[in-house]
Protein backbone atom coordinates (compact mmCIF):
# COMPACT_ATOMS: atom_id res chain seq x y z
CA UNK A 1 0.00 0.00 0.00
CA UNK A 2 1.59 3.72 -0.70
CA UNK A 3 1.84 5.95 1.57
CA UNK A 4 0.50 9.73 1.35
CA UNK A 5 2.66 12.21 2.73
CA UNK A 6 0.52 14.91 2.19
CA UNK A 7 -2.57 13.51 4.53
CA UNK A 8 -0.26 11.50 6.95
CA UNK A 9 -2.30 8.11 6.30
CA UNK A 10 -1.84 4.87 3.54
CA UNK A 11 -4.10 5.42 0.06
CA UNK A 12 -6.86 4.26 -0.25
CA UNK A 13 -6.82 1.00 -2.59
CA UNK A 14 -8.33 1.28 -5.88
CA UNK A 15 -11.04 -0.90 -6.63
CA UNK A 16 -10.07 -3.14 -9.40
CA UNK A 17 -13.07 -4.33 -10.91
CA UNK A 18 -14.68 -0.79 -11.89
CA UNK A 19 -15.45 -0.66 -15.34
CA UNK A 20 -14.95 2.84 -15.90
CA UNK A 21 -11.46 3.23 -14.54
CA UNK A 22 -8.55 4.91 -16.07
CA UNK A 23 -6.49 2.26 -18.07
CA UNK A 24 -2.88 4.05 -18.44
CA UNK A 25 -0.59 0.97 -18.63
CA UNK A 26 -0.29 -1.95 -20.26
CA UNK A 27 -0.48 -4.35 -16.64
CA UNK A 28 -3.61 -2.64 -16.05
CA UNK A 29 -4.69 -3.09 -19.46
CA UNK A 30 -4.04 -6.60 -19.28
CA UNK A 31 -5.91 -7.49 -15.66
CA UNK A 32 -8.73 -5.32 -17.43
CA UNK A 33 -8.93 -7.90 -19.91
CA UNK A 34 -8.65 -10.87 -18.21
CA UNK A 35 -11.12 -9.51 -15.71
CA UNK A 36 -13.63 -9.68 -18.50
CA UNK A 37 -13.03 -13.14 -18.89
CA UNK A 38 -14.95 -14.03 -16.15
CA UNK A 39 -17.64 -12.28 -17.79
CA UNK A 40 -17.44 -15.43 -20.06
CA UNK A 41 -17.17 -17.96 -16.63
CA UNK A 42 -20.24 -16.29 -15.84
CA UNK A 43 -22.02 -17.04 -19.28
CA UNK A 44 -20.70 -20.66 -19.21
CA UNK A 45 -22.00 -21.55 -16.05
CA UNK A 46 -24.90 -20.31 -16.42
CA UNK A 47 -24.92 -22.67 -19.54
CA UNK A 48 -23.84 -25.48 -18.01
CA UNK A 49 -26.52 -25.28 -15.56
CA UNK A 50 -29.01 -24.73 -17.96
CA UNK A 51 -28.21 -27.79 -19.90
CA UNK A 52 -27.94 -30.00 -16.58
CA UNK A 53 -31.59 -28.83 -16.33
CA UNK A 54 -33.00 -29.75 -19.61
CA UNK A 55 -31.16 -33.14 -19.10
CA UNK A 56 -32.93 -34.02 -16.35
CA UNK A 57 -36.40 -32.28 -17.93
CA UNK A 58 -38.82 -34.69 -18.86
CA UNK A 59 -41.78 -32.35 -20.44
CA UNK A 60 -41.88 -30.51 -23.54
CA UNK A 61 -40.40 -27.05 -22.53
CA UNK A 62 -41.73 -24.06 -24.12
CA UNK A 63 -38.82 -21.70 -25.36
CA UNK A 64 -38.96 -20.47 -29.08
CA UNK A 65 -35.76 -22.33 -29.56
CA UNK A 66 -37.00 -25.97 -29.60
CA UNK A 67 -39.63 -28.25 -27.42
CA UNK A 68 -37.56 -31.29 -27.13
CA UNK A 69 -35.20 -30.83 -23.64
CA UNK A 70 -32.03 -33.16 -25.32
CA UNK A 71 -32.24 -30.69 -28.05
CA UNK A 72 -31.91 -27.60 -25.90
CA UNK A 73 -29.57 -29.56 -23.34
CA UNK A 74 -27.33 -30.00 -26.30
CA UNK A 75 -27.53 -26.18 -27.49
CA UNK A 76 -26.31 -25.39 -23.82
CA UNK A 77 -23.47 -27.34 -23.78
CA UNK A 78 -22.66 -26.01 -27.21
CA UNK A 79 -23.18 -22.70 -26.01
CA UNK A 80 -21.23 -23.54 -22.79
CA UNK A 81 -18.21 -24.72 -24.72
CA UNK A 82 -18.52 -21.17 -26.87
CA UNK A 83 -18.34 -19.05 -24.00
CA UNK A 84 -15.12 -21.39 -22.30
CA UNK A 85 -13.34 -21.24 -25.44
CA UNK A 86 -14.21 -17.29 -25.66
CA UNK A 87 -13.05 -16.68 -22.65
CA UNK A 88 -9.75 -18.23 -22.47
CA UNK A 89 -8.99 -16.02 -25.48
CA UNK A 90 -9.92 -12.99 -23.75
CA UNK A 91 -8.12 -14.34 -20.83
CA UNK A 92 -4.68 -15.25 -22.78
CA UNK A 93 -4.40 -12.61 -25.53
CA UNK A 94 -6.83 -9.97 -24.74
CA UNK A 95 -8.14 -9.96 -28.13
CA UNK A 96 -10.63 -7.25 -28.96
CA UNK A 97 -12.86 -9.26 -31.22
CA UNK A 98 -13.71 -11.82 -28.30
CA UNK A 99 -13.82 -9.33 -25.68
CA UNK A 100 -16.48 -7.78 -28.54
CA UNK A 101 -18.29 -11.32 -28.69
CA UNK A 102 -18.48 -11.36 -25.10
CA UNK A 103 -19.66 -7.89 -24.47
CA UNK A 104 -22.02 -8.24 -27.20
CA UNK A 105 -23.26 -11.84 -25.56
CA UNK A 106 -23.53 -10.74 -21.83
CA UNK A 107 -25.78 -7.87 -22.97
CA UNK A 108 -28.54 -10.14 -24.78
CA UNK A 109 -28.01 -12.49 -21.90
CA UNK A 110 -28.78 -9.59 -19.52
CA UNK A 111 -31.61 -8.83 -21.64
CA UNK A 112 -32.66 -12.28 -21.56
CA UNK A 113 -32.49 -12.88 -17.68
CA UNK A 114 -34.25 -9.56 -16.95
CA UNK A 115 -37.28 -9.97 -19.37
CA UNK A 116 -37.48 -14.37 -19.19
CA UNK A 117 -37.10 -14.16 -22.87
CA UNK A 118 -35.42 -17.44 -23.47
CA UNK A 119 -35.76 -19.89 -20.51
CA UNK A 120 -39.16 -18.48 -18.93
CA UNK A 121 -38.41 -16.88 -15.99
CA UNK A 122 -37.19 -13.51 -14.68
CA UNK A 123 -33.81 -13.92 -13.12
CA UNK A 124 -32.75 -11.92 -9.74
CA UNK A 125 -29.86 -11.00 -7.72
CA UNK A 126 -26.68 -9.05 -8.89
CA UNK A 127 -25.23 -12.15 -11.28
CA UNK A 128 -26.44 -10.42 -14.70
CA UNK A 129 -24.68 -6.98 -13.59
CA UNK A 130 -21.83 -8.30 -12.44
CA UNK A 131 -21.69 -10.31 -15.69
CA UNK A 132 -22.51 -6.95 -17.97
CA UNK A 133 -20.06 -4.96 -16.02
CA UNK A 134 -17.01 -7.39 -16.15
CA UNK A 135 -17.71 -7.55 -19.75
CA UNK A 136 -17.43 -3.82 -20.29
CA UNK A 137 -13.98 -4.01 -17.84
CA UNK A 138 -12.72 -6.75 -20.23
CA UNK A 139 -14.00 -4.76 -23.37
CA UNK A 140 -12.10 -1.69 -22.44
CA UNK A 141 -9.25 -3.41 -21.33
CA UNK A 142 -8.88 -5.10 -24.51
CA UNK A 143 -9.10 -2.11 -26.28
CA UNK A 144 -6.62 -0.20 -24.15
CA UNK A 145 -4.16 -3.32 -24.58
CA UNK A 146 -4.22 -2.93 -28.62
CA UNK A 147 -3.66 1.10 -28.26
CA UNK A 148 -1.03 0.33 -25.52
CA UNK A 149 0.84 -2.37 -27.32
CA UNK A 150 0.59 -0.19 -30.78
CA UNK A 151 2.03 2.85 -29.48
CA UNK A 152 4.93 0.48 -27.42
CA UNK A 153 8.04 0.60 -28.99
CA UNK A 154 9.24 -2.73 -30.38
CA UNK A 155 11.65 -5.01 -28.33
CA UNK A 156 15.31 -5.73 -29.02
CA UNK A 157 15.35 -8.75 -30.44
CA UNK A 158 17.69 -11.26 -29.11
CA UNK A 159 21.21 -11.67 -30.22
CA UNK A 160 21.80 -14.77 -32.76
CA UNK A 161 23.48 -17.76 -31.23
Not at 36 to 44: D, E, F, P, Y
Not at 74 to 81: M, R
Amino acid sequence: MSWDPSLGRPLKREWSWNPFQELPTVFRARRAARYGAMSAGVLAGVHALYALRYAYHRRPVNTWVSHDPAALSCLDLALCATAVALGFVVYRRGSVWAATTVLLWAIIETQRWFTGALYGHVATGLLPYFSLMVAVLGFRGALALRRLSASAPPAASEPPM
